[in-house]
């Protein structure tokens, strides 16, 4: 335990040299740079230039990736598994995938999550979209081909089900997460009841109510995959030193079981100006449907895919109430939030979703 970073200032050069010793020569000094304001919500990111020994060679930059300093959002993801399952992700699967992801050259935490670390592969010279203003119809479009091309590869597999790291939607945590939004109910209603569209506050009163029924359903739906579950516009990376035409998926700490449709959702829903989604949508969700099935997917039709959808949003719109204490760290951050909770809430009313809630 003592020898995994808790922060990214706890890093020193007899840990560095210790666990790159396989991917890289000896270093001399190494110089931190902070990351991410505002963006790193569940995690604190920081870029190391690395000095080497002459002789030595290894990556000029990484990227580390520790715990949050926020103690809320810390015990958030160590009770959800979220730090132990990005690790997990690292180790076991990131180099075996058709898309593009990051290499980690070191993967590490806790028992329980905590200390968490990462130390990973700098795409440099890439962009990423900005989640406060939102993204293009040309990004979404990108980024649900890497999307549905990773769904893909697990889609009702039995890769799928070796991984008894991922948990499905369902598991004890999750359906737990009712508590929290028990909880947080009212805080959330004080804060966010003004710009909750009409009628949907008791839509989303009902759901919380459901939400074990709702996780249940789910998994006796079929049609499971590996799931991103943290798509959002500032998880993927375009173009940079992956290659001009490369779309790099990064972070995998929500990463679950669940329906193809909740990435969608979670992209359209959550990252995309609200009048823009408005426009959009229709013919984002036709191309998502139409490359899964292009890319193998059977008996899944484009009614099924927006059932799934609409459904994904009345999910994400508890998940938000559950997550909406957590802490942005500053100005930003704290404006990042207030989209990423209130943007699925306006989508997943704007479908009318309740009519869901007899299913469970």
């Known amino acids: 335990m003592g020898d995994i970073p808790a922060q990214v200032a706890d890093i020193d050069l007899a840990w560095l040299n210790r666990v790159l010793a396989e991917e890289a020569g000896t270093i001399e000094a190494f110089e931190l740079v902070p990351l991410g304001q505002g963006v ?3 995690g604190q990111l920081a ?11 290894g990556p000029s930059t990484v990227i580390a990736k520790c715990q949050s300093p926020a103690p809320e959002n810390q015990g958030l993801s160590a009770a959800m598994g979220f730090y132990l399952r990005e690790v997990n992700f690292y180790r076991h699967l990131a180099d075996h995938l058709d898309i593009t992801v990051p290499h980690a050259y070191h993967a590490d935490c806790g028992p329980n999550g905590l200390p968490f670390i990462l130390l990973l592969e700098d795409i440099t010279d890439a962009y990423c979209p900005d989640q406060l203003a939102g993204i293009t119809v040309d990004e979404a479009r990108r980024i649900l081909d ?3 091309t990773l769904h893909c590869e697990f889609w009702e597999r039995d890769s799928l089900y070796a991984l008894d790291w991922l948990p499905p939607m369902n598991n004890p945590l999750y359906k737990a ?10 805080g959330f209603v004080e804060r966010f009841a003004p710009r909750v569209p009409g009628g949907f506050l008791s839509v989303l009163a009902e759901a919380i109510e459901k ?27 375009f173009g940079g030193s992956q290659g001009e035409d490369a779309v790099t998926m ?3 700490q929500l990463s679950t079981r669940h329906v193809g449709a909740w990435d969608v959702a979670n992209l359209l829903g959550g990252s995309m100006d609200v009048d823009l989604r408005r426009a959009h949508e229709s013919e984002l969700i036709a191309f998502y449907h139409q490359r899964v099935c292009e890319l193998g997917v059977t008996g899944y039709s484009l009614e099924r895919c927006w059932r799934d959808y609409r459904g994904s949003l009345l999910q994400q719109a508890v998940a938000a109430v559950v997550v909406s204490d957590l802490q942005g760290g500053n100005e930003r951050g704290d404006e990042l939030l207030e989209h990423l909770f209130m943007r699925p809430v ?14 469970f």
Do not use: K
């Open 146 to 148: 890497v999307v549905a």
């Open 346 to 359: 306006i989508a997943a009313a704007d479908h009318g979703v309740g009519d869901l809630l007899n299913n």
């Open 250 to 252: 990064i972070d995998f």
């Open 177 to 186: 997460a009712q508590g929290l939004a028990r909880l947080r109910w009212p």
């Open 47 to 57: 870029r190391l230039h690395l000095s080497y020994a002459p002789g030595h060679t």
């Open 211 to 237: 939400y074990p029924a709702m996780l249940d359903w789910w998994i006796t739906q079929g049609h499971a995959t590996f799931t991103h579950t943290d798509c959002r516009a500032e998880n993927y990376l």
């Open 40 to 42: 790193g919500i569940l």
